[in-house]
């Protein structure tokens, strides 16, 4: 996965937490993607709540499981200490074909404790 901006700069300094949820997302290793996450976390994709690790494993394992689609980092920002907006780029087949989307990550004690997908 392309770690640097899309105009080519120089790569984006994430918290490793993060890097290694999207890295193992995109290789839907659904077991390294929920050791990122802490026992509590929720997850909010489509309008949708996940909490806990039972419902984060299931959503990690059919999130977007129909579709095939490549990622690219276009720019993650610091909102605070703890919090991070990070905007992936993702084409693929699926309705629409490419879309920007926002991943809001709540980081405590070097894990995810909460994140929140949309437009």
Excluded: K
């Excluded at 949820?21 to 929720?42: C, I, K, M, N, V």
């Amino acid at each position: 996965m392309d770690d640097t901006a899309s105009s080519g700069e120089a790569p984006i300094d994430l918290p490793d937490v993060i890097r290694q949820y999207q890295d193992a997302h995109d290789r839907h290793d659904t077991e390294t993607a929920l050791a990122t996450f802490t026992p509590a976390a929720r997850v909010i994709d489509e309008e949708r709540e996940h909490q806990g690790t039972d419902e984060i494993r299931h959503w990690l394992e059919t999130a977007a499981t129909e579709f095939t689609y490549t990622r690219s980092l276009v720019t993650a920002n610091a909102l605070g200490a703890q919090t991070w907006l990070v905007v992936n780029h993702l084409e693929g087949n699926f309705p629409g074909g490419v879309v920007d989307l926002r991943y809001r990550f709540q980081l405590s004690g070097g894990l995810i404790s909460g994140l929140v997908i949309a437009p």
